[in-house]
């Protein structure tokens, strides 16, 4: 059974960076046809798609998040890694990570298809504020 779990900072201040990580556990980032996401919630609203990183190494990120997105991963620690940057308080979310194996990459390049996810992070709680 594949876990995942975020960890990162809770608070944090507008313009700097949020980053987070998912570690994974029962499970090889590496897996073929596995892909990684980063999702959040808003306080509420529905789940968002950010980004993911493919078992090839590959990254997909929401257009809506491109300019402050990146996503990287260390296969040595079978963990990946979110960054946001120039963060603001609708920034403020609970952040997940999840797990989807799927063949083939969905049309627009975005996983945001839920029933398709077979793993979860507990979710993390990410507030921006000064």
């Known amino acids: 059974q594949v876990q995942l779990k975020e960890s990162g900072p809770g608070l944090v201040k507008p313009s700097q960076t949020l980053s987070l990580t998912c570690t994974v556990s029962?499970?090889?980032?590496?897996?073929?046809?596995?892909?990684w996401s980063w999702i959040r919630q808003p306080p509420g609203k529905g789940l968002e798609w950010m980004g993911a990183?493919?078992?090839?190494?590959?990254?997909y990120v929401s257009p809506s998040l491109r300019s402050r997105t990146s996503i990287s991963r260390d296969t040595s620690q079978n963990h990946f890694t979110l960054q946001l940057t120039s963060v603001t308080p609708e920034d403020t979310a609970v952040y997940f990570c999840?797990?989807?194996?799927?063949?083939?990459?969905?049309?627009?390049?975005?996983?945001?298809?839920?029933?398709?996810?077979?793993?979860w992070g507990q979710g993390t709680q990410v507030t921006v504020s000064s």
């Open positions: 029962g499970g090889s980032i590496l897996e073929k046809l596995a892909y």
């Open positions: 999840a797990r989807v194996a799927i063949d083939g990459i969905p049309i627009g390049s975005q996983f945001d298809n839920w029933d398709e996810y077979d793993s």
């Open positions: 990183i493919g078992f090839s190494g590959s990254t």
